[in-house]
């Protein structure tokens, strides 16, 4: 079965620093594996995707993360954290025995401080 | 491209009362269909999938019941609502060609 834990519930940092969220898979397979970010009150938005092609993976806003199969990590950052990053980030796998669906992570409250 | 249209936004609904849930989607053709729910402070969880009309697989067993009708069309129901099954549902879509999932606008329910 595939899985992903997201190692914080909930991360703060001030704004301008850098952002780094936490998530390990478990996977029988090579994972295709995603970051979704959720902005309070709204839908679901893809970050950046892996899909075994090249382990870093650049998203959009500036975020990328890096596949590591040693570490079975698929950590998510930033450089510079904006005030209007601050939101939940979700990371997910891709499960091939339930018509593709996704397994989500429970997710990584950010907040980002003047 | 694809969209995806749920609703209604928010309901509001007794314990014990029905539930029909709409999703339709627009742009693609055969894709393959879920329902999630996300309940206050948790993450998704997939509750249905269809990879085709008529075609339902559940995930976790509850009250609620899906049913795909047509090929853009899936209906997340209940006969009798529970507290527990309070919480933001996500209709989501694999367009027939392609692999990246896609995710609606969601409905937001509150059992009383």
């Known amino acids: 079965a595939q899985s992903v834990t997201q190692l914080d519930s909930h991360v703060s940092v001030s704004e301008g620093t850098p952002v780094l969220l936490r998530c390990n898979y478990s996977s029988s397979y090579s994972p295709s594996l995603f970051w979704y970010v959720q902005h309070p009150n709204k839908g679901l938005q893809l970050l950046l995707k892996y899909t075994s092609a090249a382990t870093l993976v650049k998203g959009i806003n500036g975020f990328e993360a890096e596949f590591k199969k040693s570490e079975t990590s698929f950590h998510l950052t930033k450089p510079s954290a904006h005030m209007s990053d601050a939101a939940e980030y979700f990371c997910?796998?891709?499960?091939?025995?339930?018509?593709?669906?996704?397994?989500f992570g429970k997710g990584t409250s950010l907040l980002v401080t003047p | 491209s694809q969209t995806i249209h749920q609703w209604p936004a928010t309901l509001v609904q007794p314990v014990g009362s029905p539930l029909s849930l709409e999703c339709t989607v627009e742009?693609?053709?055969?894709?393959?269909l879920y329902w999630y729910r996300q309940a206050a402070g948790r993450g998704l969880q997939l509750l249905f999938y269809s990879v085709g009309i008529g075609q339902i697989s559940s995930e976790v067993p509850q009250n609620l019941s899906a049913s795909r009708p047509q090929d853009r069309q899936f209906i997340l129901s209940s006969k009798k609502l529970l507290l527990s099954d309070s919480g933001f549902y996500l209709c989501a879509l694999i367009p027939g060609q392609g692999n990246e999932q896609f995710f609606g606008p969601g409905t937001r329910l509150t059992v009383l």
């Open positions: 997910v796998v891709r499960v091939r025995n339930s018509g593709y669906a996704l397994n």
């Open positions: 742009g693609t053709s055969n894709p393959n």
